[in-house]
């Protein structure tokens, strides 16, 4: 009798730590604050929302030089293969999926080489995102002297960060010239979205000042991953024409206490005056999210949300995030989703003056779990090409309607009901 009240007492022991697991992996209980308040008259671009938006971030307003958008593989790979091509001291290459196939070889020969003409390489990859990586192809790339290192792999040691990934991309050449936004290394990133085994995606070509910001989002973490501590004119070369677009460059590394991703987002919308614009792949707004949208339409403010149906390469995100269509739509909020292969782009827009750019989405993980570096900049040529860009991608969409949306199935229901269990984890 002993021994089986000890069993019982151990059996519900061990269903409490399994339930404590499962509402920290998948509740927001006490994760974060109830509601987001304050800077509700703050204008978006203001010199007091930069001020604001500094101090909340940590990151320093600074001006730089134009930036420029790379649309698709046919004017990614050019570019940035150019710029590698006449790199003199090193490359950095810092990405999240990498995948086998014609673009992983191309561009791992392409480094070989820079290597065998001195040139110094360092790759650094996700564990869980560059899970399929050619590993053997990229040791032909260490075997000639490039460097490899991976984001927290499975280690006993990091069990508990386990679900934290580096989902920063940041490719910088010499210091001077560097790259960032939605671009991996898989064939699917090649070709201009002409059909689904193409997706459409956007980078952006960086100088001055902000290629030395993503250049310091490569050194952070590959000096916590691999302990080579990268200094130096030589990795930051002096800048002496600074520019005159104003920016911010973000570099986050969330913790229980601070997220300033969501603060970035939160306070760009909240700011809006007449329009708000938003592309992503993965799109599961919060709370803080949620109502920050809701408040801008019910205002007067148009605001656009464009994201990929159901060729998106993770269904569940899809489902997640339409389970918060109906009281997007019934706000004002007006939903697109791509038809024409997966739409991967990421930025917003507003008031055809403020952008983000980055590795960053409108999602939990990228708030809260991911590493992720991303540029905040006030300029309207960049906003008026994204505003472009943005008006050319909603030929290819379908735009959700709430009369519409009401009318769906039970079936239709009950997957984004479910997935949205999951929405701590996308």
Not at 114 to 130: I, N, P, Q, T
Not at 135 to 158: C, D, N
Not at 242 to 253: I, K, N, Q, T
């Amino acid at each position: 009798m002993f021994i089986v009240w000890w069993l019982v007492i151990v059996a519900i022991f061990l269903l409490c730590v399994l339930a404590y697991a499962l509402v920290t992996l998948f509740g927001s209980f006490g994760k974060r604050p109830l509601a987001l308040t304050g800077a509700a008259k703050m204008v978006t671009g203001s010199d007091e929302f930069l001020a604001s938006l500094s101090a909340l971030t940590g990151a320093a307003v600074e001006r730089g030089r134009a930036v420029r958008l790379l649309t698709n593989g046919d004017q990614i790979f050019p570019a940035m293969f150019s710029a590698m091509q006449q790199a003199k001291h090193h490359i950095h290459v810092m990405t999240f999926v990498w995948m086998d196939g014609k673009l992983s070889d191309y561009l791992i020969s392409l480094l070989i080489e820079k290597v065998k003409e001195g040139v110094e390489v360092r790759v650094f990859l996700d564990s869980l995102g560059g899970i399929y990586a050619p590993e053997e192809k990229l040791k032909l790339l260490q075997k000639a002297g490039g460097k490899v290192a991976w984001f927290s792999r499975f280690e006993f040691g990091k069990l508990s960060r386990y679900l934290r990934r580096n989902h920063r991309r940041s490719i910088t050449i010499d210091g001077k010239i560097a790259f960032t936004g939605g671009m991996s290394i898989a064939d699917e990133w090649l070709g201009n979205a002409q059909d689904p085994k193409h997706w459409r995606d956007n980078m952006f070509e960086v100088t001055g000042l902000m290629a030395l910001r993503l250049q310091a989002a490569f050194v952070q973490i590959w000096s916590g991953s691999t302990g080579e501590i990268l200094v130096g004119k030589k990795y930051f070369p002096v800048v002496r024409e600074r520019g005159e677009v104003p920016f911010l460059s973000v570099a986050s590394s969330p913790s229980d206490a601070m997220h300033p991703i969501r603060s970035l987002f939160w306070m760009s919308f909240m700011g809006a005056q007449k329009r708000i614009l938003v592309e992503t792949p993965y799109f599961v707004p919060d709370l803080h999210i949620r109502a920050a949208l809701k408040a801008r339409a019910k205002a007067g403010v148009e605001v656009c949300v464009m994201v990929p149906n159901e060729l998106i390469d993770v269904p569940p995100v899809l489902w997640a995030g339409r389970y918060y269509y109906g009281e997007l739509l019934k706000a004002g909020v007006r939903i697109f989703e791509y038809q024409r292969t997966m739409l991967h782009g990421k930025f917003l827009v507003v008031d055809d003056a403020w952008s983000v750019v980055g590795s960053a989405n409108v999602d939990v993980r990228s708030k809260e779990l991911n590493e992720e570096n991303v540029l905040a900049i006030i300029d309207t040529g960049l906003a008026g090409e994204l505003s472009a860009s943005f008006a050319y991608d909603k030929e290819f969409t379908k735009e959700i309607r709430l009369r519409d949306w009401r009318k769906r199935n039970l079936w239709w229901r009950f997957r984004e009901a479910f997935y949205a269990l999951f929405a701590e984890q996308f």
